[in-house]
């Protein structure tokens, strides 16, 4: 495996994310497995692998949709001003709702995407994300449920994470040589 020369070391392999992944999928499973209407949103662009691979082992029949948020503007720090720039296409209103998310670090994103959905007046509403990182938090949300939690002081790439809008192919998380300023 060719590893990029920026990184500086690999948090998660591609087996160790599959496998993780595949466990979460179970964990779908179980909790919508009496759902009628189930919406899996997909907060992108960042969860796309992590979605793409939870689906394939999801058994529920669900409807997908996605929203696309912004708070980072391609740096390593978060502007603290979220954006929505795509919202949903489907009515969530009576129905199950499970937010899929790369990471829930100050949770600013989270918060303002929950707020705004659960005023939509879904029957439920859940996240589940790949990553939590509990020691970034600036506002106080917990996912319910997560694949890994990750350090403060860990700035992650690859497999849906980027540097600069660059380097979200990688199929493995890894923490990023930060250029000296």
């Known amino acids: 495996m060719k590893i990029n020369n ?8 591609q087996n160790t994310l599959e496998k993780r992944i595949k466990e979460l999928s179970e964990w779908v499973n179980e ?3 009496d ?55 489907n009515n969530i209103e ?24 659960k005023s939509r007046n879904p029957k439920s509403l859940k996240v589940l994300t790949l990553l939590n990182k509990p020691s970034g938090r600036v506002v106080e949300f ?10 403060k002081n860990e700035f992650v790439v690859g497999f849906g994470f980027d540097w600069q809008e660059k380097m979200r192919q990688l199929p493995y998380i890894a923490t990023l040589k930060l250029p000296k300023k």
Do not use: C, W
């Open 94 to 117: 009576n129905k199950d709702v499970l937010i899929v998310e790369d990471i829930v670090d100050t949770a600013r994103t989270m918060t303002k995407v929950h707020s705004i959905l």
């Open 31 to 33: 909790q919508y497995k």
């Open 142 to 151: 917990e996912p319910d449920k997560f694949g890994f939690e990750i350090q």
């Open 35 to 89: 759902s009628k209407e189930l919406i899996i949103i997909g907060l992108l662009k960042g969860s796309l692998p992590f979605l793409a691979q939870l689906i394939k082992t999801v058994e529920v029949d669900f409807i997908m949709d996605f929203m696309i948020t912004s708070s980072y503007e391609g740096t390593e720090k978060s502007s603290g001003n979220v954006k929505i720039v795509l919202d949903l296409a």
């Open 6 to 13: 920026l990184i500086d070391k690999i948090l998660f392999d």
